[in-house]
């Protein structure tokens, strides 16, 4: 029969004197306090594994800091998961690893990680912006509280503001990267399922409002108001390439001369700079050859086509041709981008191709590989296409007041 252990007493515990090894006194059902030479009473639990069956020790605390009572209740806390074949040990850790995770994954953290990914598959323009718009609105109210603890009111409540303030557009893309990270963070392990999911509908939906163009049969103005403008000669320059080759206003402000081909005739913008991500080939025609023959001297000899005025080492500003023509009265009119709906507008009335056009503007099909069949057998039409744009924007430009026709014929005459 085995040997039935007499449970302690607070006053044992209490006069238990250290010894010069330390000992053991039991309270039976494996629990036992632990008298070391210094004086310290450690509580213990020694159980048998429930899968190696190996005698293991679990630490309960101190005495006295953990009560006989409370000794006694972790002890019966740890035999109930035995008894469900959990180790108390194994349990514990993990108990200590999530609320280590708890801390430790916060928003900030978890956003920064995000980013890092999505970053490399945007433009560097567009990753900035992302990320200024997370340290501006977001990070301030959020970066310290850790994912798990992200609630849909709590996001809800420090958006209001803006919404309040009529950006409505600023909390759409708001709700959309924070989504992107719960997302991420679900993906990860890191939280179960995302909170966030359809606060977007709880705000109001920004108008949509195409971006201000210019009519075709108000090209000539346009040309007239550029060449008229008190502007710098690099301005006017880069305005009439985004014109000519149909580009983003980042994409053209941002040309290098390592990008033109001058023996195939063509302008390869890298992935790395395109909305899209992918290469983009612009065909050149007689007036944009002409365009970058005429800027060489100014900027041959360095990096970008179309340096910076401050810091000629650097691109002009993206915005720099949208200053310009706010300054020539076009402001509600037209903006750089919107050359591209007036070139897209133009072309379509003409009867090209709509798909020649799509693929001419770098829009991404959603088929991928049709897309990139599409880019490899419109090169050749492509050309024809943008050569009857440059041709019809100079003779909009009625010759004398267009910078590629007079470039083109100094060339010609220098020939």
Same mark, same amino acid.
């Given at each position: 029969?085995?040997?039935?252990?007499?449970?302690?007493?607070?006053?044992?515990?209490?006069?238990?004197?250290?010894?010069?090894?330390?000992?053991?006194?039991?309270?039976?059902?494996?629990?036992?306090?632990? =008298?070391?030479?210094?004086?310290?009473?450690?509580?213990?639990?020694?159980?048998?594994?429930?899968?190696?069956?190996?005698?293991?020790?679990?630490?309960?605390?101190?005495?006295?800091?953990?009560?006989?009572?409370?000794?006694?209740?972790?002890?019966?806390?740890?035999?109930?998961?035995?008894?469900?074949?959990?180790?108390?040990?194994?349990?514990?850790?993990?108990?200590?690893?999530?609320?280590?995770?708890?801390?430790?994954?916060?928003?900030?953290?978890?956003?920064?990680?995000?980013?890092?990914?999505?970053?490399?598959?945007?433009?560097?323009?567009?990753?900035?912006?992302?990320?200024?718009?997370?340290?501006?609105?977001?990070?301030?109210?959020?970066?310290?509280?850790?994912?798990?603890? =992200?609630?849909?009111?709590?996001?809800?409540?420090?958006?209001?503001?803006?919404?309040?303030?009529?950006?409505?557009?600023?909390?759409?893309?708001?709700?959309?990267?924070?989504?992107?990270?719960?997302?991420?963070? +679900?993906?990860?392990?890191?939280?179960?399922?995302?909170?966030?999911?359809?606060?977007?509908?709880?705000?109001?939906?920004?108008?949509?409002?195409?971006?201000?163009?210019?009519?075709?049969?108000?090209?000539?103005?346009?040309?007239?108001?550029?060449?008229?403008?008190?502007?710098? #000669?690099?301005?006017?320059?880069?305005?009439?390439?985004?014109?000519?080759?149909?580009?983003?206003?980042?994409?053209?402000?941002?040309?290098?001369?390592?990008?033109?081909?001058?023996?195939?005739?063509?302008?390869?913008?890298?992935?790395?700079?395109?909305?899209?991500?992918?290469?983009?080939?612009?065909?050149?025609?007689?007036?944009?050859?002409?365009?970058?023959?005429?800027?060489?001297?100014?900027?041959?000899?360095?990096? %970008?086509?179309?340096?910076?005025?401050?810091?000629? #080492?650097?691109?002009?500003?993206?915005?720099?041709?949208?200053?310009?023509?706010?300054?020539?009265?076009?402001?509600?009119?037209?903006?750089?981008?919107?050359?591209?709906?007036?070139?897209?507008?133009?072309?379509?009335?003409?009867?090209?191709?709509?798909? +020649?056009?799509?693929?001419?503007?770098?829009?991404?099909?959603?088929?991928?590989?049709?897309?990139?069949?599409?880019?490899?057998? %419109?090169?050749?039409?492509?050309?024809?296409?943008?050569?009857?744009?440059?041709? %019809?924007? +100079?003779?909009?430009?009625?010759?004398?007041?267009?910078?590629?026709?007079?470039?083109?014929?100094?060339?010609?005459?220098?020939?």
């Amino acid at each position: 029969m085995a040997r039935l252990t007499k449970p302690l007493s607070d006053t044992e515990i209490k006069t238990a004197k250290p010894k010069d090894k330390e000992y053991n006194l039991a309270d039976g059902g494996g629990l036992q306090i632990r =008298i070391k030479p210094n004086g310290s009473k450690l509580w213990l639990l020694n159980y048998s594994h429930p899968i190696t069956k190996k005698r293991q020790n679990l630490s309960l605390g101190t005495y006295p800091d953990i009560s006989l009572l409370s000794a006694r209740k972790l002890a019966q806390e740890a035999r109930t998961l035995l008894a469900h074949g959990t180790d108390p040990k194994a349990h514990r850790e993990a108990q200590i690893a999530a609320k280590a995770a708890i801390i430790e994954h916060t928003f900030g953290k978890i956003a920064a990680e995000w980013f890092e990914r999505k970053k490399d598959e945007v433009t560097e323009d567009h990753a900035a912006a992302t990320w200024r718009s997370f340290k501006l609105h977001l990070l301030p109210s959020l970066k310290d509280i850790p994912i798990s603890q =992200i609630t849909a009111p709590m996001v809800i409540e420090f958006l209001r503001p803006i919404e309040a303030k009529g950006n409505l557009e600023t909390v759409k893309r708001l709700t959309q990267r924070l989504n992107e990270v719960m997302i991420y963070a +679900v993906n990860t392990g890191l939280i179960h399922a995302n909170p966030l999911s359809g606060i977007k509908a709880i705000f109001k939906k920004p108008r949509k409002e195409h971006l201000a163009a210019l009519k075709p049969d108000e090209l000539p103005e346009l040309m007239q108001a550029i060449a008229n403008a008190s502007i710098k #000669k690099v301005t006017r320059f880069l305005i009439e390439w985004q014109l000519h080759t149909m580009t983003r206003p980042n994409e053209a402000a941002a040309a290098r001369w390592d990008e033109i081909n001058f023996d195939e005739r063509i302008w390869l913008i890298p992935a790395a700079r395109m909305k899209m991500r992918r290469d983009h080939q612009i065909p050149l025609t007689e007036q944009t050859l002409a365009l970058l023959a005429a800027i060489k001297p100014i900027s041959g000899h360095r990096e %970008y086509i179309f340096p910076a005025d401050r810091d000629p #080492k650097t691109h002009s500003n993206v915005q720099t041709a949208n200053a310009a023509l706010k300054r020539m009265g076009l402001k509600d009119r037209t903006t750089a981008h919107g050359f591209r709906s007036l070139a897209s507008t133009t072309l379509n009335e003409q009867g090209f191709d709509p798909d +020649v056009i799509e693929a001419a503007l770098a829009h991404t099909d959603k088929n991928q590989v049709r897309s990139a069949y599409n880019r490899s057998i %419109y090169l050749d039409r492509r050309r024809e296409m943008m050569t009857w744009w440059s041709n %019809y924007i +100079v003779e909009a430009a009625k010759g004398n007041v267009s910078l590629a026709h007079n470039a083109r014929n100094l060339r010609l005459v220098a020939q």
